[in-house]
């Protein structure tokens, strides 16, 4: 049973480009959820997503990110113009449909540069 | 004050030793109480949860919370040098968020 897969790993960018992160949760999790980690800071949430809905997106910056989660095909992050700031470490993570929100599982991650 | 407070180490310890990790919180509302290990670069592994106060053991591993002095503590019993790496707590209300410390450097010298 894979687990939960993330790409690209490696992302770099110039400052106002568009970056798009990609993440597959387990087989048989319904509910992803994205998580930044900037350096030497631990993981922030950012947004809560179950199949062509956006539970809450508190924890997204209010300009420039969005993310989605359709019916067909991995969730994706999207961050437009990007600046430096926007460098960091993007987790994914799933867990079980119903009860099983506490069992959160992440992926590998993906690098994010901005040059 | 952070929400949830974790010593960033490093904690370098003998092979063998038992570890002990500790988090202090300040949100009453948290339930759910979780641990993951992270290797450098990789994603967080989930080692442990456990919902309310009291002990949970698996394996080296034994997770306590207690929740009147709003306090988790991990213990690694036989520590080894493949245990080196960031753990973190993390903790969630009756939502769904996981709320983070910041992670303590393990390193267990062989």
């Known amino acids: 049973n894979a687990g939960v897969m993330q790409n690209p790993r490696h992302l770099v960018r110039r400052r106002g480009q568009e970056a798009r992160l990609r993440c597959s949760p387990m087989?048989?999790?319904?509910?992803v959820y994205w998580y930044r980690q900037l350096p030497e800071e631990g993981l922030k949430f950012m947004v809560y997503?179950?199949?062509?809905?956006?539970?809450?997106e508190s924890g997204m910056p209010k300009e420039r990110f969005s993310a989605e989660f359709p019916k067909e095909g991995p969730s994706i992050l999207r961050i437009q113009q990007v600046v430096r700031g926007d460098s960091a470490a993007y987790f994914c993570?799933?867990?079980?449909?119903?009860?099983?929100?506490?069992?959160?599982?992440f992926g590998p991650g993906t690098r994010l540069t901005v040059t | 004050q952070k929400e949830v407070e974790q010593d960033p180490g490093p904690l370098s310890v003998p092979e063998g030793a038992i570890v002990s990790l500790n988090c202090t919180y300040s949100?009453?509302?948290?339930?759910?109480f979780m641990w993951y290990r992270q290797y450098s670069r990789k994603g967080p592994e989930l080692l442990m949860y456990?919902?309310?106060?009291g002990n949970k053991e698996d394996g080296r591993f034994t997770a306590q919370v207690d929740k009147s002095s709003k306090y988790i503590s991990l213990f690694i019993r036989d520590s080894q040098p493949s245990d080196s790496a960031t753990y973190l707590c993390?903790?969630?209300?009756?939502?769904?968020?996981?709320?983070f410390g910041s992670g303590t450097r393990l390193l267990v010298r062989p």
């Open positions: 993390a903790m969630m209300d009756s939502s769904y968020k996981l709320i």
């Open positions: 087989k048989g999790h319904s509910h």
């Open positions: 949100n009453s509302a948290f339930q759910y």
């Open positions: 456990t919902y309310s106060s």
């Open positions: 993570a799933s867990s079980p449909p119903s009860l099983g929100f506490y069992e959160q599982y």
């Open positions: 997503l179950q199949k062509e809905n956006i539970i809450d």
